[in-house]
């Protein structure tokens, strides 16, 4: 069964401060990872990640993807209140449109 | 772009009564959607895949007559909740696929938080 972990599962930061957002992945045939952010209402996508190594960035926010290591990691510098939302991790598998979630990381920033 | 809109935002409605919500891609044809259900403090559920022009395919133990969907076009499809329960009240949210399978991320809709009284 194919699996996504994220860690940790909450973090508390003040404003300015850098996070570092983990997720592995155990999924039979990987193609690709995925970031989303979701506030109130529904998941927002941020990233798409297919091959190893090479950084997404936007802003703030920037992902690379080990498939040596089946992980990813989020970096978000210099924090801001509008950044607390929970982060949410995914996977596509090859043969599967269908994306596995893991249990999300709750980013909360303080001022 | 990759706009999905999800329709309504909010239903509150008594037991016993259907329920709709529409999950609309506002400019792009999505083949195929998917609707989730999301409980407090959890992550997203898969409850069905579902392709245009034929029948969703339900993860295993959603009901399907309790859960009805309809694909009938390349920007539409509707999550029919039959014979509403309280147990039924949940933040359910669609997604729709742009381009190729898996090539392309999925796009969600804003949820509908349904609460059946």
């Known amino acids: 069964e194919d699996k996504v972990v994220q860690s940790p599962l909450s973090l508390v930061v003040h404003e300015g401060d850098t996070v570092t957002l983990n997720c592995s992945y155990e999924?039979?045939?990987?193609?690709?990872l995925l970031w989303y952010k979701q506030e109130k209402k529904a998941p927002t996508f941020l990233f798409m990640l297919?091959?190893?190594?090479i950084e997404k960035k936007s802003g703030r926010l920037s992902s690379i993807l080990d498939k040596k290591e089946l992980s990813s990691i989020l970096n978000i510098t210099a924090t801001q209140t509008g950044d607390s939302a929970i982060y949410l991790c995914?996977?596509?598998?090859?043969?599967?449109?269908?994306?596995?979630f893991g249990k999300g990381t709750k980013l909360s920033v303080i001022p | 772009g990759a706009v999905v809109s999800q329709h309504p935002s909010w239903v509150i409605c008594k037991s016993g009564t259907s329920v709709k919500i529409e999950c609309r891609s506002l400019?792009?044809?999505?083949?195929?959607m998917f609707w989730y259900r999301q409980f407090p403090k959890q992550s997203l559920m898969l409850m069905a895949t579902?392709?245009?022009?034929?029948?969703?395919?339900?993860e295993q133990g959603v009901e399907k007559d309790k859960f009805l969907i309809n694909h009938a076009s390349l920007t539409l499809s509707t999550l029919t909740v039959t014979s509403a329960h309280p147990e039924d009240s949940s933040f359910y949210i669609c997604?729709?696929?742009?381009?190729?399978?898996?090539?392309?991320?999925?796009?969600f809709g804003d949820g509908t938080r349904l609460s059946i009284l």
């Open positions: 999924v039979t045939n990987f193609r690709s």
């Open positions: 997604s729709a696929l742009q381009g190729d399978q898996g090539n392309q991320p999925q796009h």
């Open positions: 400019d792009f044809q999505a083949t195929t």
């Open positions: 995914a996977a596509y598998g090859a043969g599967s449109y269908q994306l596995t």
């Open positions: 579902s392709n245009e022009g034929s029948k969703a395919t339900y």
């Open positions: 297919t091959s190893s190594g």
